[in-house]
């Protein structure tokens, strides 16, 4: 099992950058896939990005190729997403998650959520 937090949320101006980090807990962080998800006001949670145990595979979705950047550090247990040129569209609460079984399926263990806001 594996307890996430998440931080690093905030108000931003459009065109700006912010780091969101996950500390996760437990010693078998790198035998999991972890990722980003948000979810809008009114909206349905999607998949941001989300990247292999190894850190060798990553995916994101269209809207934030480019702009995202995922990573992880097995021996801080940590998840990073580094968003740049961020856009009013961006403003969402981000969650991190994990998943012991497949890259892009079901995440089974989820964090609180940090809030971004972009200012238009």
């Known amino acids: 099992q594996v307890q996430l937090e998440e931080s690093g949320g905030g108000l931003v101006q459009a065109g700006g950058s912010l780091r969101l980090s996950c500390a996760a807990s437990g010693r078998t962080f790198s035998s999991y896939a972890v990722g980003w998800f948000r979810q809008a006001p009114g909206k349905e949670r999607e998949r941001v990005a989300v990247?292999?145990?190894?850190?060798?595979?990553?995916y994101y979705t269209d809207s934030v190729k480019g702009r995202f950047t995922i990573s992880r550090d097995n021996a801080k247990n940590t998840l990073y997403l580094q968003m740049n040129s961020l856009k009013p569209e961006d403003t969402a609460i981000y969650y991190c998650?994990?998943?012991?079984?497949?890259?892009?399926?079901?995440?089974?263990?989820w964090g609180q959520g940090t809030q971004v806001t972009v200012s238009s």
């Open positions: 998650a994990a998943n012991h079984v497949s890259l892009l399926g079901t995440y089974d263990y």
């Open positions: 990247i292999s145990g190894s850190g060798g595979i990553t």
